[in-house]
């Protein structure tokens, strides 16, 4: 079963920092191009960050300078470290992956979510 698996979230104070990782595992030939989304109460899921298979990266405007996206592809994993966190970063964190899959082909898989908090 292919799966992605999110890890890292958690309570942290405003000014803290934070590493999320999302790992792949199943019968991957490759990871293409991975997203991190996160989902605060009430709202509509956003993208945060993305990286492609090349290491190109980009980032929402509200989190540039903060956070960084990058990824171990001998890990078959992406990670996600948050910076100078503020309040409002809260929210469920979700990451996205494009994967060629062994018998399968094409795949598109989200992660179950991780939940950050940050106090104020």
């Known amino acids: 079963q292919v799966q992605l698996v999110e890890s890292g979230g958690g309570l942290v104070q405003a000014g803290g920092s934070l590493r999320l990782s999302c790992a792949a595992s199943?019968?991957?030939?490759?990871?293409?191009?991975v997203g991190w989304y996160r989902q605060a109460p009430g709202k509509q899921r956003e993208l945060v960050a993305a990286?492609?298979?090349?290491?190109?990266?980009n980032y929402a405007d509200s989190v540039k300078g903060r956070f960084t996206v990058s990824r171990d592809n001998a890990k078959n994993t992406v990670y996600l470290q948050m910076n100078s966190l503020k309040p409002e970063d809260t929210a469920v964190y979700y990451c996205?992956?494009?994967?060629?899959?062994?018998?399968?082909?094409?795949?598109?898989?989200w992660g179950q979510g991780t939940l950050v908090t940050v106090s104020s």
């Open positions: 996205n992956a494009d994967l060629i899959v062994i018998g399968r082909g094409y795949l598109e898989v």
């Open positions: 990286i492609t298979s090349g290491g190109s990266t």
């Open positions: 199943g019968r991957i030939i490759s990871i293409n191009a």
